[in-house]
């Protein structure tokens, strides 16, 4: 009797473990399956690396993080621009505050407008700050406030894409 409680338990605890692996694959900030990690799209300034999401597409651009209410702090958007130019940004429907990283053609941060703040609850779209590129940026990586600083980020520091985004985009 006590053998068939063990193997009862033991089953029990295969029978979580295999779910709990099968739970784990589903990537919870998009609700989709995750594709090949060592493709994914992840952006590199000295020992900081985020995983991103990309907006390459206007609208992609346009929507950017607007309206998301979670993301992680080794994640972040990649604003991918056809060619190096002046850029705004603005903080439309945003739910936290964010560092946005300038970075130009030639793959080195330009600089980075820390902690924005999202807009208060009925502020109108003409009254939301919006933040400029101090020179002309090809790529802006939003990621959570306080990155930039924690990971020693600054102007100058050499950018690196890796995976998916290593051969579409540069860097």
């Not at 999401?53 to 607007?66: F, K, M």
Request: contains cysteine.
């Amino acid at each position: 009797m006590h053998r068939r409680q063990i193997m009862f338990v033991l089953m029990m605890l295969l029978a979580l473990f295999l779910g709990l692996g099968c739970a784990t694959s589903e990537n919870f900030t998009t609700g989709q399956e995750p594709e090949d990690a060592s493709n994914a799209a992840v952006v590199r300034i000295g020992d900081a690396t985020y995983t991103v999401d990309l907006a390459v597409e206007p609208e992609e651009r346009q929507q950017g993080l607007s309206g998301r209410a979670f993301m992680a702090h080794d994640e972040g958007m990649l604003f991918v621009f056809e060619e190096e130019q002046p850029l705004h940004f603005w903080m439309k429907e945003m739910l936290f505050p964010l560092d946005i990283i300038w970075i130009d053609a030639q793959c080195r941060l330009i600089d980075v407008a820390d902690d924005i703040p999202p807009p208060l609850p009925g502020t109108g779209n003409e009254d939301i700050p919006r933040v400029q590129s101090p020179s002309p940026a090809r790529y802006v990586l939003e990621v959570h406030a306080g990155e930039a600083a924690r990971n020693g980020l600054k102007p100058g520091d050499p950018v690196e894409f890796l995976g998916e985004i290593a051969v579409s985009h540069g860097c």
